[in-house]
């Protein structure tokens, strides 16, 4: 019953920043996993960042470690996207998903539940 929906993306210049926001409704019982991916036309979805609910873990892909930061409110059932130094290569669609078996993975394939996504433009 779990419910996602993005926000924040938009068109902006090489080294600039966004903020997305993952906002989850329904059935958000539980320590799950939630993740950022993304997409671009052509190629396979890739797993961007992810974090629990509650503690201190988190996980980036070498692409966004140190550039992108991923956090939560839990009183807002919110995750967000803080991408800094935004690259052209990071265009594409980006998606918000949970893994609400706990599988506690990377691959794509753990997500059961997906967001919409939000189109991120990067211009040089």
């Known amino acids: 019953q779990v419910q996602l929906v993005e926000s924040g993306g938009g068109l902006v210049q090489a080294g600039g920043s966004l903020r997305l926001s993952c906002a989850a409704s329904g059935r958000i019982f539980g320590n799950y996993y939630m993740g950022w991916f993304r997409q671009v036309l052509g190629k396979e979805r890739e797993f961007v960042a992810g974090?629990?609910?509650?503690?201190?873990?988190?996980v980036y892909a070498d692409s966004a470690r140190g550039r992108f930061t991923i956090s939560r409110d839990n009183a807002k059932n919110t995750v967000y996207l803080e991408m800094n130094s935004l690259k052209p290569e990071d265009t594409a669609v980006y998606y918000c998903?949970?893994?609400?078996?706990?599988?506690?993975?990377?691959?794509?394939?753990?997500?059961?539940?997906w967001g919409q996504g939000t189109q991120v433009t990067v211009s040089s």
């Open positions: 998903a949970a893994d609400t078996y706990d599988v506690g993975s990377t691959n794509v394939r753990s997500y059961n539940y």
């Open positions: 974090t629990k609910w509650t503690g201190q873990y988190t």
